[in-house]
């Protein structure tokens, strides 16, 4: 079982002078107690699905086409991509690398016995076989780097981080 989880909680309707309107997914990520979001449309679950039958076989996807103007169909949708997603994590023992990037999870596949450590001589071939788990990482780290539209920085952090590199370093006084 993949310590990963997926909730869609909700969704809004994006306009745009280019093309005409669309509807936006908030995707929470929640992953080793580790939260983040991202936002999908339609669109791009549908190209997901297409590039997740070449490799496994997904479930059933909410039908194309619907009246995305209507919002009781806009939330079975919306319920409908959330189960989606959760069934791709609950019926996969390995979850594809484009699965992964789709929600900004980094994956980096565990090495072979020789790459990790070299060769070495023990008393039987078994007990010098390394077990390594793939691990997963986001692209970046929710909690260290504030996002760009974050209007208030994370004191906390910063503190802490001050404290780490510039254990030193006192700040300016303030003049009255």
Known sequence: MHNVRIFIPSFRSEDNPIEKGYTVFKVDVLMNGRQHTVKKRYSEFHNLHKILKKSIKPPEIPSKHVRNWIPKVLEQRRHGLELYLQTIIMENEVLPKIFLDFLNIRHFPSLTKTESCGSFETESEEASKLTHQPAMLYHRDPYMLPSTH???????????IHGIFYPDLQPRSQPN
Not at 150 to 160: A, C, K
């Open 150 to 160: 974050d209007t208030f920085s994370n004191v906390v952090i910063e503190g802490v």
